[in-house]
Protein backbone atom coordinates (compact mmCIF):
# COMPACT_ATOMS: atom_id res chain seq x y z
CA UNK A 1 0.00 0.00 0.00
CA UNK A 2 1.44 3.62 -1.17
CA UNK A 3 1.48 6.10 1.79
CA UNK A 4 2.79 9.37 2.23
CA UNK A 5 2.72 10.74 5.75
CA UNK A 6 3.60 14.62 6.48
CA UNK A 7 4.65 15.86 9.81
CA UNK A 8 6.28 18.98 11.10
CA UNK A 9 3.94 21.56 11.11
CA UNK A 10 3.05 24.50 13.17
CA UNK A 11 2.78 27.83 14.44
CA UNK A 12 5.74 30.09 14.13
CA UNK A 13 6.48 33.69 13.89
CA UNK A 14 7.19 35.43 10.47
CA UNK A 15 10.77 35.32 9.69
CA UNK A 16 10.90 31.98 11.31
CA UNK A 17 11.65 28.79 10.38
CA UNK A 18 9.95 25.46 9.94
CA UNK A 19 10.95 21.69 8.14
CA UNK A 20 8.48 19.36 7.06
CA UNK A 21 8.96 15.47 6.79
CA UNK A 22 6.65 13.21 4.21
CA UNK A 23 7.66 9.32 4.96
CA UNK A 24 7.11 7.33 1.95
CA UNK A 25 6.59 3.26 1.64
CA UNK A 26 4.90 0.97 -0.57
CA UNK A 27 6.62 1.84 -3.64
CA UNK A 28 10.43 1.89 -4.85
CA UNK A 29 11.81 5.38 -3.37
CA UNK A 30 14.22 6.19 -6.83
CA UNK A 31 11.56 5.13 -9.00
CA UNK A 32 9.37 8.31 -8.77
CA UNK A 33 9.99 12.29 -7.56
CA UNK A 34 8.15 13.69 -4.65
CA UNK A 35 6.55 16.84 -4.62
CA UNK A 36 5.53 19.48 -1.64
CA UNK A 37 2.20 21.35 -2.55
CA UNK A 38 0.31 23.83 -0.65
CA UNK A 39 -3.39 24.61 -0.55
CA UNK A 40 -4.45 28.25 1.34
CA UNK A 41 -8.17 28.64 2.54
CA UNK A 42 -10.52 29.48 -0.90
CA UNK A 43 -7.30 29.28 -2.92
CA UNK A 44 -6.43 26.31 -5.38
CA UNK A 45 -3.58 23.61 -4.60
CA UNK A 46 -0.05 24.64 -5.47
CA UNK A 47 2.90 23.22 -5.96
CA UNK A 48 6.08 24.20 -4.24
CA UNK A 49 8.66 22.13 -4.97
CA UNK A 50 9.82 18.70 -5.77
CA UNK A 51 12.58 16.74 -5.79
CA UNK A 52 13.63 13.16 -8.20
CA UNK A 53 16.90 12.17 -6.28
CA UNK A 54 17.95 9.35 -8.77
CA UNK A 55 18.69 12.33 -11.16
CA UNK A 56 19.61 14.97 -8.49
CA UNK A 57 16.21 16.85 -10.02
CA UNK A 58 14.68 19.98 -7.98
CA UNK A 59 12.46 22.25 -9.04
CA UNK A 60 10.93 25.70 -6.94
CA UNK A 61 8.41 27.65 -7.31
CA UNK A 62 9.66 31.54 -7.94
CA UNK A 63 8.35 32.61 -4.68
CA UNK A 64 9.79 30.01 -2.62
CA UNK A 65 13.32 30.11 -4.22
CA UNK A 66 16.06 30.76 -1.53
CA UNK A 67 14.18 30.42 1.32
CA UNK A 68 13.15 27.29 0.86
CA UNK A 69 15.21 23.91 0.33
CA UNK A 70 14.55 20.59 -0.28
CA UNK A 71 16.35 16.90 0.25
CA UNK A 72 15.93 13.38 0.81
CA UNK A 73 16.94 11.02 2.89
CA UNK A 74 16.81 7.84 0.52
CA UNK A 75 17.71 5.41 3.06
CA UNK A 76 15.19 6.65 5.55
CA UNK A 77 12.29 6.91 2.49
CA UNK A 78 12.48 10.59 3.87
CA UNK A 79 11.78 14.15 1.68
CA UNK A 80 12.44 17.28 3.86
CA UNK A 81 11.38 20.76 2.89
CA UNK A 82 13.30 23.86 5.04
CA UNK A 83 11.56 26.74 5.16
CA UNK A 84 13.31 29.72 6.18
CA UNK A 85 12.45 33.61 6.28
CA UNK A 86 8.34 32.32 6.62
CA UNK A 87 6.00 35.05 5.30
CA UNK A 88 2.25 34.92 6.09
CA UNK A 89 1.60 34.17 2.73
CA UNK A 90 3.30 30.68 3.12
CA UNK A 91 0.56 30.06 5.58
CA UNK A 92 -1.43 26.71 4.41
CA UNK A 93 -1.63 22.85 4.58
CA UNK A 94 1.29 21.60 2.85
CA UNK A 95 0.75 18.23 1.36
CA UNK A 96 3.28 15.85 -0.52
CA UNK A 97 2.84 13.65 -3.11
CA UNK A 98 4.25 10.90 -5.51
CA UNK A 99 4.77 12.24 -9.14
CA UNK A 100 4.20 9.87 -11.07
CA UNK A 101 7.34 10.61 -13.58
CA UNK A 102 10.80 11.27 -12.19
CA UNK A 103 11.05 13.96 -15.21
CA UNK A 104 7.82 15.66 -14.51
CA UNK A 105 9.60 17.15 -11.59
CA UNK A 106 10.56 20.37 -13.72
CA UNK A 107 9.43 23.93 -14.22
CA UNK A 108 6.80 22.41 -17.36
CA UNK A 109 5.68 18.78 -16.21
CA UNK A 110 5.19 19.40 -11.88
CA UNK A 111 1.82 19.67 -11.14
CA UNK A 112 -0.51 18.39 -8.72
CA UNK A 113 -2.48 16.83 -11.99
CA UNK A 114 0.51 14.64 -12.30
CA UNK A 115 1.03 13.58 -8.77
CA UNK A 116 -0.91 10.26 -7.74
CA UNK A 117 -0.95 9.48 -4.17
CA UNK A 118 -1.03 12.13 -1.44
CA UNK A 119 -0.75 12.67 2.33
CA UNK A 120 -3.01 13.73 4.31
CA UNK A 121 -1.03 17.80 4.75
CA UNK A 122 -0.09 19.46 7.75
CA UNK A 123 -0.87 23.07 8.99
CA UNK A 124 1.82 25.76 8.49
CA UNK A 125 0.69 29.11 9.92
CA UNK A 126 2.94 32.20 10.46
CA UNK A 127 1.89 34.85 12.12
CA UNK A 128 2.67 38.46 11.30
Known amino acids: EVQLVESGGGLVQAGGSLRLSCVVSGFTFDDYAIGWFRQAPGKEREGVSCISSSDSRTYYKDSVKGRFTISSDNAKNTVYLQMNSLKPEDTAVYLC?????????????????????WGQGTQVTVSS
Open 97 to 117: ARISRRNYCSPYGFSSRRSDY
